[in-house]
């Protein structure tokens, strides 16, 4: 489990986040969305303990992995040697085979990589130790369909394994076929909306997609403008 509670946070004395509180169950994906500046990746990095709150606390039960905005990794070594660096700092053994389709670029340099690549290889490093609960803060931002439906696969089984997630997207495609609620940020109260309150249950994906957009938009919408 992981869990939000009273959330809240400013810089220069300016608030970004005020009492945010959700929780993700083992299998279950949460996504925070919302406008540009509404708090999103700083929500994400309260969670990830990258930053601290003004008000409120973080419960996590296990070990957490962060898949940040940037890639955040060494562009002058080598896709294993960034995953070493990052097992060592975690404390686990680097696997043979290594996440995320990761392997065949195991002994390029970063800095050789692709945008898509590079992403692939930060959330490779996210994924070692198998942790319980996973950060994804716009891991789709202009990357390729190709790229997108690997991430879609990958996330549909973390949920099936168990695995807390948080994601956060822009698009209402990246995340229809697997989030399970969506948390809306943007208006003084943050809110929480079932995936059946918002895109339905019908079974099929595009329908409910459709539907999931045009919620998205007309909230977005609605919020006071900066």
Do not use: W
Request: aromatic share 8%.
């Amino acid at each position: 489990m992981l869990t939000a509670k009273g959330l809240s946070f400013s810089y220069n004395k300016k608030p970004l986040l005020k009492n945010l509180s959700f929780s993700a169950a083992p299998g279950e994906c949460v996504v925070l969305a919302g406008p540009n500046g509404s708090g999103k990746s700083t929500a994400l990095s309260l969670l990830a303990g990258v930053l601290k709150p003004d008000e409120g606390t973080v419960m996590a039960d296990g070990r957490t992995g962060y898949v940040p905005q940037g890639t955040a990794l060494f562009e002058d070594m080598s896709a294993q040697d960034n995953l070493s660096f990052f097992a060592n700092l975690a404390g686990v053994k680097l696997p043979e085979q290594l996440p995320f389709g990761v392997d065949r670029y195991r002994k390029k340099k970063v800095s050789s990589l692709s945008g898509g690549t590079k992403k692939r290889v930060s959330i490779a490093c996210a994924l070692l130790g198998s942790p319980e609960n996973l950060l994804f803060d716009e891991p789709c931002s202009g990357l390729d369909v190709e790229y997108r439906d690997e991430l879609q696969e990958l996330i549909l089984s973390l949920k099936a394994e168990g695995r807390c997630i948080v994601y956060v997207g822009h698009e209402v495609s990246e995340f229809a076929a697997f989030y399970d609620r969506l948390v809306f940020l943007g208006n003084e109260t943050p809110q929480i909306f079932e995936k059946a309150t918002l895109s339905g249950t019908s079974g099929d994906l595009i329908q409910e997609t459709v539907k999931l957009d045009n919620a998205y938009r007309a909230l977005c919408a609605a919020c006071p403008k900066p």
